[in-house]
Nanobody, 116 residues
Framework: QVQPVESGGGLVQAGGSLRLSCAAAGSAFRFLTMGWYRQAPGKQRELVADITSGGSTRYADSVKGRFTISRDNAKNTAYLQMSSLKPEDTAVYYC??????????WGQGTQVTVSS
C-alpha cells in the first residue's frame, strides 16, 4: 500500500500563495493517479485537482486558473501550487493516491487557512 503524507499547509492572507506537497513512498508511484481534495467545516469533501500517471489533469471550476497540480515521479511526490488564494479556499486539504486496481489511500490532511 502507498501511504500519502501531506505537508505545506498553513495560514496565508487572501491573494497569497502556498504549495502543498504529497509524498507517497513506493516504486508504484508513477502508476498512481494523485488527487487533492478539500473539506471545509460543515461541507462535503470535494475534488480540487488530480493528475494521472500520464500527466492528464483536471480541476474544480472554483480553482481553475489559480491552482496547478503537478508530480515528480523521481521524488514520489505530487504538488498543489495554490495562488490568488481566497478565504473560501480555507479547508483541510487531503491527498489521495489511486492505483490501477482502483484502490485508494488517503493522507492525514493539512490545514489551509486564508485570512481576509
Amino acid at each position: 500500500q502507498v501511504q500519502p503524507v501531506e505537508s505545506g499547509g498553513g495560514l496565508v492572507q487572501a491573494g497569497g500563495s502556498l504549495r502543498l506537497s504529497c509524498a507517497a513512498a513506493g516504486s508504484a508511484f508513477r502508476f498512481l493517479t494523485m488527487g487533492w481534495y478539500r473539506q471545509a467545516p460543515g461541507k462535503q469533501r470535494e475534488l480540487v485537482a488530480d493528475i494521472t500517471s500520464g500527466g492528464s489533469t483536471r480541476y474544480a471550476d472554483s480553482v481553475k486558473g489559480r491552482f496547478t497540480i503537478s508530480r515528480d515521479n523521481a521524488k514520489n511526490t505530487a504538488y498543489l501550487q495554490m495562488s490568488s488564494l481566497k478565504p473560501e479556499d480555507t479547508a483541510v486539504y487531503y491527498c489521495n493516491a489511486l492505483n490501477l486496481a482502483r484502490f485508494d489511500n488517503w493522507g492525514q490532511g493539512t490545514q489551509v487557512t486564508v485570512s481576509s
